[in-house]
């Protein structure tokens, strides 16, 4: 880690040394540990996506066998799902922000949030391990009875898995009795910002739906080992019961990923507008509203697994209420601009992506709700492209907005803000060109987790991989003008964007100490009206 | 700030119980499914518990909670002794379930290949829910042992509350668990 | 108009009767999302260019938010989605019922590979032949992990859960081959998995019937099994385990584990015999593995499962 030439004392250097840093309490180094760890995964996650991608580009017999197709797609998920996505946004910039912006020193239990990172080391270095052990090739939804019967080391990642979740629980517990808690004074609960709204929220969804995962996935291990059948007809188990306690989880895993993404855009939003944003209240009640009905829709993922009318009926409706929810949130973005003083720069580059990715996500998440229409795309690249857009388009592009929002709030620095615009154009047409073919495909039919497909189909995997390409130049260049700034940028200064936000009101990079007493807020983190004459 | 560490370790507390409560929700409803699929498999399992054992496991575990009840009401001295008492009763309840364990173990009870139990469809599956949620209901007991030893050296009144609602979930996880094993035959 | 949309959204061709209502269905959503990212990304775009901070940009007041407006926006969207979820189930309701007479097809999926037994006792390997017009119901199963019958022409997509039976009706409206895909990962031939569906005029389908003249298959299984002289072991108590009213039952095995005696395990003893053995019997009978064919082997397993006491 480089340290600030000019530095006023920060929690970077104070205390000294690597051995402070490996055994810090502190959640701003901590939030950093996290930011080292799923930036890895990205990059290892993101290897494997290419990989797969170049593989693509022939119909059949490309660079890798496939067998090992099927392990590589298997590890891109669960190191994206687990080891990226979910610890992204709450593990870096929640860690970093939720106390400053609640005028708080600290998390409610610092040792427990340690404990929260050095765990998630371990889950993730036991996940990685299996892949020395020959990696598995059950993809990342350990379907039984395949998961239960494949000679691969299943149990092993289910382990890691397991331990992984446990880091998501402490994470989220932490997070709750904190903004119970240790909130200050002056941040009554519908003061609070947005972004801790939503974190509040993940962490909910953390606390209850993990568990039921780290259950499946003991028991997919335990039946791999012991051969107990409990999903394996052949024994009198059921494997569509598992599908239910996966999803159970999975399905809400994907608020989990995509909530704390909303939080940054609310606050990039509100601070590159200038403007208060529109519904505070909505927004709020959306947040607490997708975390509560997302329980309730995991059926969805099910409904040609052999489902009642009833309960196809039923889940196809509930999914429709996320939808509204999300939709609430969109309109709310989009007319937070009206009336404001809108300043364009990286950050918002990547909310308007974001925004792109976000409704149309979402629109073929109601295309696929409507239950029929889910009949023909279920399981086709229409679901990989549609997921990859809500999910994982919403998460990465939300967390490069928050990386590029908050890092003078990090570091007390600036990057290149060219070369930020030049990659988020990158990073944007990239990952558009990836998957907008593939939503192509899973119109024509091409299943997913294929390694050979017919000939007709090759142009639009050619054009997925360019695609891909683009994105990891993108990404690829992020990671060297932000290494570059974080040696080299010229100071930011406290508050660079003019933001109200509470969390800009401490120096930037914060003192390993940032309030001596807990602070008197007299105005709002989204306070603009003082522009307005 | 709100009244600090005691308001924190209440919240936690409630955190972890419906984080747990969801972690055996996903074993019930396991068991409501294969139940439903399998009534004479699960009945003729109900058939093989030791019915006094389970008995007297939950009159023991019920008095344990009655214990900790009596230990958050007394003052800190007394709350030492009573505390013994409920280490002592989770010690003879993990006692009787591992002389439980014993038993079907040795007529050939034990899940995955090596089952040698009625083939009645549904009662190996019964057999391997019989352990997996009895051994996971263990496990917790364990850890409450763990907190209530602690909170027995720390003598806080918040601590001991909030272990005892811990062990009132862990008791009232055993009685759901008594007679989906013991009774419902 | 509707070609041409097809064409353009890489939708394949359409052989069966609910594949139209669902492309139209799916013009309507994708209608209702252009629509809808017009106005938004219109407005915001606008936004963009008219408040965007320069010198001389003077500020006004946002106007006073309406609360009847917020839930306004909400409930029309929600009217919005819940009316595509009607017509969506509305036609899931209609795809899902088979139709009058329907005719029934076995279908059994293992890894690679779809095996097709009609009721008459035809079987036929990777290839589907229906009438054109008829409907049809497909019975589908899996003898080992699951897999998912999809035919994208037919629009049509049903997981094959071993040791569950599930459905899906269709009617083809086009005589042609379609391919049959495996929507489901299933292991390292995933992608190979694939199949035909040939739709038939009726004419054409009658002639191929007639010209199979399949026996009755558990009949014929009866047949196989004393030809290849089964009985002769699995007759006498003391040999081989007796095969009547096997079916279905739990079988001890010399492993002291047990196993149901379901199509997967009666197939697997006749591949490999000595994988799972009846307690108290010796490990004697020999592997038909490539002695039979898929037929045979379903027309075996359909004798045992007939043969009840």
Same mark, same amino acid.
């Given at each position: 880690m480089s340290e600030p030439? #000019? $530095? =006023? $004392?920060s929690f970077w250097t104070e205390p000294r040394g690597v051995r402070t840093w490996l055994a810090t309490t502190d959640h701003k180094r901590i939030a950093i540990l996290f930011f080292v760890g799923t930036a890895l995964a990205l990059m290892l996650g993101g290897t494997f996506a290419l990989i797969l991608r170049v593989e693509l580009?022939?119909? %059949? +017999?490309? /660079?890798?066998g496939a067998h090992a197709y099927d392990k590589l797609f298997t590890h891109h998920g669960i190191v994206m799902v !687990?080891?990226?996505? /979910?610890?992204a946004i709450p593990g870096v910039f929640g860690n970093f922000l939720v106390p400053l912006m609640i005028g #708080?020193?600290?998390? #409610?239990?610092p040792r427990l949030n340690r404990a929260s990172f050095w765990v998630y080391a371990t889950g993730a270095c036991i996940t990685l391990a299996a892949l020395i052990g020959?990696?598995? %090739?059950?993809?990342?939804?350990?379907?039984t009875p395949y998961s239960t019967t494949t000679p691969t080391a299943v149990a092993v990642v289910c382990v890691g898995v397991f331990v992984l979740g446990i880091s998501s629980v402490m994470t989220g517990l932490n997070f709750i009795v904190t903004v119970h808690t240790r909130?200050? =004074?002056?941040?009554p609960w519908m003061k609070l910002p947005l972004f801790v709204w939503t974190i509040y929220a993940t962490s909910i969804i953390l606390v209850l739906a993990t568990p039921v995962l780290g259950l499946s996935l003991a028991l997919v291990g335990a039946d791999h080992v012991w +051969?107990?059948?409990?999903? %394996?007809p052949a024994a009198g188990g059921d494997p569509v019961l598992f599908q239910h306690l996966f999803w159970f989880y999975s399905h809400p895993a994907v608020y989990i990923m995509v909530l704390p993404a909303m939080g940054v855009v609310s606050e990039v939003v509100s601070t590159f507008a200038h403007n208060?944003?529109?519904s505070y209240g909505g927004i709020v009640v959306a947040t607490i509203g997708i975390a509560l009905v997302g329980f309730f829709t995991?059926? +969805? +993922?099910?409904?040609? #697994?052999?489902?009642s009318m009833f309960d196809t009926g039923m889940f196809g409706a509930l999914s429709m209420f996320v939808a509204v929810f999300s939709a609430i949130k969109m309109f709310a973005w989009v007319i937070t601009f009206y009336r404001g003083r809108v300043v364009l720069a990286a950050p918002v580059l990547y909310v308007f992506t974001f925004l792109f990715l976000f409704l149309f996500g979402g629109m073929t998440g109601v295309a696929v709700a409507t239950s029929s229409l889910d009949v023909h795309w279920h399981d086709t690249y229409f679901i990989v492209a549609h997921f990859h857009f809500i999910m994982v388009g919403a998460t990465l592009t939300a967390y490069l907005a928050a990386l590029h929002y908050w890092f003078p709030k990090l570091t007390g620095r600036r990057y290149s803000e060219v070369w930020a615009r030049r990659a988020a154009v990158a990073v944007a047409l990239g990952f558009v060109g990836t998957f907008l073919p593939q939503f192509l495909l899973g119109n024509a039919g091409m299943p997913r987790r294929y390694y050979a497909y017919p000939e007709e189909w090759q142009w639009l995997h050619v054009a997925s991989t360019c695609g891909a390409g683009l994105l990891a130049l993108g990404l690829g260049t992020t990671l060297v003008y932000l290494g570059v700034a974080l040696r080299r940028g010229p100071p930011s200064g406290d508050d660079p964007w003019q933001?109200?936000?509470?969390? !800009?009101?401490? =120096?930037?990079?914060? =003192?390993?100490?940032?309030?001596?007493? $807990?602070p008197v807020w007299e105005r709002d983190a989204y306070s603009y009206e003082d522009e307005v004459p | 700030m709100i009244s600090g560490r005691a308001h924190a370790l209440r919240i936690t507390v409630w955190l972890v119980v419906a984080s747990e409560g969801l972690l055996f929700a996903g074993l019930f409803a396991l068991y409501a499914g294969y139940r439903a699929e399998y009534p004479r498999g699960f009945a003729e399992g109900v058939g093989l518990a030791v019915g006094w054992l389970g008995g007297t496991n939950t009159l023991v575990l019920l008095t344990s909670s009655f214990a900790m009840a009596a230990a958050i009401q007394a003052g800190p001295r007394a709350a030492r002794r009573w505390l013994v008492g409920v280490l002592g009763l989770g010690g003879v309840f993990l006692g009787l379930k591992g002389a439980e364990w014993a038993i079907h173990i040795g007529d *050939?009870?034990?899940? *995955?290949? &090596?089952y040698a139990g009625p &083939?009645?469809?549904g009662t190996a599956l019964f057999v391997t829910l019989y352990y997996a949620m009895t051994g996971l209901h263990a496990l917790h007991l364990v850890a409450g042992l763990a907190m209530v030893a602690w909170a027995r050296r720390r003598e806080d009144p918040a601590v001991t509350e909030c272990v005892g609602i811990y062990w009132h979930f862990v008791d009232l996880v055993w009685v759901v668990l008594w007679p989906l094993f013991y009774l419902l035959s | 108009m509707d070609d041409l949309l097809r064409r353009a959204l890489m939708l394949p061709p359409r052989a069966s009767s609910a594949a139209a209502g669902l492309d139209h269905l799916h013009y309507v959503v994708l209608g209702c999302a252009l629509a809808v990212a017009l106005v938004l990304f219109g407005l915001l775009g606008w936004f963009v260019v008219r408040f965007?901070?320069?010198?001389?940009?003077a500020r006004v007041r946002p106007g006073a938010r309406s609360r009847r407006f917020e839930v306004g926006l909400a409930a029309v969207t929600l009217a919005v989605f819940v009316t595509l979820w009607i017509g969506g189930f509305a036609q899931l309701r209609a795809m899902r019922t088979p139709g009058p007479n329907a005719l029934e097809v076995y279908v059994v999926a293992k890894q690679w590979m779809w095996s097709f037994v009609y009721p008459d006792g035809t079987a036929a390997e990777d290839e589907l032949r229906v009438p054109v017009g008829q409907p049809v119901e497909l019975l589908l199963t899996s003898r080992d992990v699951i897999h998912s019958f999809y035919v994208p022409a037919f629009r049509l997509k049903q997981d094959a859960v071993p040791g569950r039976m599930t459905s899906l009706a269709f009617t083809a409206t086009e005589a042609g081959t379609y391919d049959i895909l495996c929507a489901e990962y299933c292991g390292a031939g995933h992608s190979r998995m694939r199949g035909r569906v040939i739709a038939l005029p009726a004419a054409d389908y009658a002639r191929w019937l007639v010209a199979h003249d399949a026996p009755d298959l558990a009949r014929a299984g009866a047949r196989l099994a004393h030809e290849r002289g089964c009985?002769?072991?699995?007759?006498?108590r003391a040999v081989a385990p007796p095969?009547?009213?096997?079916?279905g039952r739990p079988v001890p095995l010399a492993d002291g584990s047990t196993a149901i005696a379901d199509a997967a395990y009666l197939t697997e003893s006749l591949m490999d015999p000595a994988a799972k053995v009846h307690a108290?019997?010796?490990?004697?009978m020999p592997s038909y593995l490539g002695q039979l064919s898929a037929a045979d082997t379903a027309a075996l397993v359909e004798y045992i499962r007939e043969a009840r006491p």
């Open positions: 030439t #000019a $530095p =006023p $004392p580009v022939v119909p %059949d +017999h490309g /660079i890798v !687990w080891m990226f996505m /979910i610890p #708080a020193n600290e998390l #409610a239990f020959g990696g598995v %090739d059950t993809g990342w939804t350990f379907y909130r200050a =004074p002056s941040v +051969h107990l059948g409990l999903f %394996d208060r944003p529109a995991w059926g +969805h +993922h099910m409904f040609v #697994a052999g489902m933001s109200r936000g509470f969390e !800009w009101r401490t =120096p930037s990079p914060p =003192p390993a100490v940032a309030f001596s007493a $807990p | *050939g009870l034990v899940p *995955g290949a &090596h &083939h009645t469809p | 965007r901070d320069r010198p001389g940009h009985l002769r072991c699995h007759d006498v095969l009547l009213g096997i079916y108290g019997y010796a490990a004697t």
